[in-house]
């Protein structure tokens, strides 16, 4: 029987997570917990570049894990990055941003790329990723 084409009713609200969107094979999980690990590892140094008041900036967490995506799906800038973090339910859920969560601008998360890669961030997070046991264990049957 032919299916129907005409718009449904949208729903005001969704029952359904975006955990529970993405399938539980999708390569994006293991490599969410992995970068999980090794931000949690990092925490004291995340702790250092930020100050103790003022204005809240963008989570150094969700940052790392939004420059992930950029470079993996070959986002050619920031404002595309922006864009796809905006609509792309995938995407949202491997940042950790909530389904209403503002996205930023990208001049802000610009701004705080730089403060993380003048602290060298990016050299330590490698070292932390590399340091986990599942990490090590698939280098080392190279």
């Known amino acids: 029987m032919r299916g129907c084409d005409q718009p449904g009713a949208d729903a005001l609200f969704s029952y359904v997570s975006a955990e529970a969107r993405v399938p539980a094979s999708h390569p994006l999980r293991l490599i969410r917990a992995v970068m999980d690990e090794a931000l949690e590892a990092l925490s004291a140094e995340f702790e250092v570049l930020y100050a103790r008041v003022g204005r809240s900036s963008v989570a150094p967490?969700?940052?790392?894990r939004a420059l992930l995506l950029q470079a993996f799906f070959?986002?050619?800038?920031?404002?595309?990055l922006m864009q796809q973090l905006?609509?792309?339910?995938l995407f949202r859920w491997f940042v950790g941003l909530s389904m209403d969560a503002p996205v930023w601008d990208a001049t802000?998360?610009?701004?705080?790329?730089?403060?993380?890669l003048e602290a060298d961030i990016t050299r330590k997070l490698l070292a932390a990723v590399l340091a986990q046991p599942r990490v090590a264990?698939?280098?080392r049957r190279r």
């Open 137 to 139: 264990a698939g280098w």
């Open 74 to 80: 070959s986002i050619r800038s920031e404002r595309q």
């Open 108 to 116: 802000t998360f610009s701004k705080n790329r730089d403060r993380l």
């Open 61 to 64: 967490e969700k940052l790392i």
């Open 86 to 89: 905006d609509y792309n339910l």
